[in-house]
């Protein structure tokens, strides 16, 4: 009984030691009015040539407002790019708050962003990407049954940047960003155990929560 | 060989036979892969284009595939076939775009529909690049089409009966590129992924002809007076 809690204690400290995840926040323009009752949409960039920013991501960020705040309605980011297909695909979304202008010339475009009822849109552009990995193991198979043998460890990194358009004055309003960081580990000795960092997971919190707080500021 | 190295064992030949097929299989499974692209493709949000317009799919259009075999060791043959996404694509799109849309699959379709032209979309190449062989984690797709605007009698053979593309003289002709990329994720195959970013192209190809088709050459011309440009 003491040897199964003795090695218990020093799993739990494995696991709780090994995973650690920093977080670095940063906002630019102070939060001026929350909004009480309305719709946004969180949109990912994707005109890099090298990476995407991921849609689950976005539906991660999506959700920690949704559950935050009854009153903000998020519009679903699929749902949103195929009502105004083709204006928010990698070739023609726009930049900057200016360009959104330019497209409500269109009167089917105006229309369709008058129905939704659109009060922000938030572009998050960023990744998360694998940095560095070291150590090995071995796997094997035997009559007798099959092993591994090694260790391993990886450092993963999420970088994400939030801008924020305001659709009521047509501006640009503030920019948020998230940069977190860590390392797993995946002993193995016969059955490898993965000790994953949750990077995205925490960028995802901290960009949510700061989003929130920006957006139910006042209300 | 494989038969060979099952006949040095000890094995029954009901079992040798069912494990050559799994064998080969497997093998099969390794060196090729096959995607038929599928995809949901939106209608498009944009105030139609004032023209009647035929659309014809050649048949090359409606079958084309990409095929490359595999020349090395450690390569692998694809199949990519767009052919029939193509055709549910840009079925979605035309008939949003422009103000009244048929479909040409006929010489009588042609002397039954008054369209001021027709216009003809084609395939001239697709390419690909995987992770494997590129080292960047994005799957991506490059399409490249010609398209051409056409009046209705410059297809019509009428001694035969029946539709001519060979001695057709567009009025307006022009090309047009797309691409699609997907980046690797977790738990998602290859298969997936090249579809993924074919669907990406062919949407990219949807938003370059609708925000570029007013610029091409002869158009403008066309949509101001569509009996006397051509």
Known sequence: ?219 | MVERLLDSMTLGRKVQRILTLIILLVLAACTSREVIVEGTFPTPLVDPVPVSVGVLFTQEFREHELVDDATGRGEVSWRVSTGTAQVEFWSTLFPAFFQNVVFIESYEDLQTYDVDAVLIPQVADVQYAIPLYTNVKVYEIWMRYNLALVEPEQIIDEENATISLENMQPFAEWPLTAYGKTPTAFMQSDIDAVNLAAVMALRDAGANFITSFLRVPGVMDWIENPEEAQ
């Open chain 1, 1 to 219: 009984m003491r040897r199964t809690l003795l090695s218990g204690l020093m799993l739990g400290g494995l696991l709780g030691g090994c995973v650690t995840a920093n977080v670095d926040e940063m906002t630019f323009d102070a939060p001026v009015a929350g909004m009480t009752d309305g719709s946004i949409v969180i949109l990912g960039r994707r005109h890099a040539p090298d990476y995407d920013t991921e849609p689950d991501f976005i539906d991660c960020i999506g959700n920690h407002i949704s559950r935050g705040s009854e009153s903000i309605s998020v519009i679903p980011e699929r749902q949103f790019v195929d009502a105004l297909y083709p204006w928010f695909e990698p070739r023609t979304a726009p930049l900057s708050i200016e360009s959104v202008g330019r497209l409500m010339i269109l009167p089917s475009v105006a229309n369709k962003l008058e129905d939704l009822g659109l009060n922000y849109m938030i572009w998050i552009d960023g990744r998360t990407q694998d940095t560095n990995s070291s150590g090995s193991m071995t796997c094997g198979i035997g009559p007798t049954g099959a092993g591994c043998f090694g260790f391993g460890t990886w450092g993963t990194e999420s970088e994400y940047e939030a801008t924020i358009w305001n659709f009521d004055d047509g501006a640009e309003v503030g920019k948020m960003s998230a940069l977190t960081s860590g390392q797993s580990y995946m002993p193995a000795v016969v059955v490898p155990i993965p000790i994953i960092a949750p990077v995205q997971d925490t960028a995802c919190d901290s960009l949510g929560t700061q989003l929130l707080q920006y957006l139910s500021a006042g209300s």
